[in-house]
């Protein structure tokens, strides 16, 4: 079988899709699934590009057993768009910028992009179109809220995930 291929998208792939791919790999590892998925996340600028991902992102994964140290911020570029079967941006400037890098196509994309916060509540991922809130250069505590909302919808996304692949 074809591993189901997932991105998380920020802006600087430092805060808030760092987060994504750490507990949506956490929990795809935890429910045996490792083999079924390629899981990454990147971010539209460039501002970050090999770096690790915020002292406050990484604090707050620890705090939950969770290491994503072994990630590096890379740039979402316009072709790989075709590679992934689910594109998650972490709010709708995020899912804007997407938009224009592959200059509007929104067949390359059908189906694919969602926002994050869709699955926060809805395992149907009928969610409203809320943002993650960008905590960069805010207190730790900005870092706690994104864990809590990022930890609800990838539960939920990872179950609409497995309900539609039979997994
Ligand atoms: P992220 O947070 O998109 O969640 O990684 C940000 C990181 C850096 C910047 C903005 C947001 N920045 O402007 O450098």
Redesign the pocket.
Known sequence: MDRIRIVFV??????????GEGLFRHKVDKAGLAHAFEIDSS???A??VGEL??PG?IAVARKHDIDITDQR?RQFVADEVLDWDYVVA?DDS?RRNIMRLIDGDVDAIRGKLWLMRNFEFEEDGSGDDDG?P????GGRRGFDD?YDIVDRSCTHLLAHIRRKHNL
């Open positions: 920020c802006l600087g792939n430092i805060c808030r899709s760092p987060l971010g539209t600028s501002y970050h991902p915020d992102s911020s972490m995020n993650v960008d905590p960069w250069g994104v």
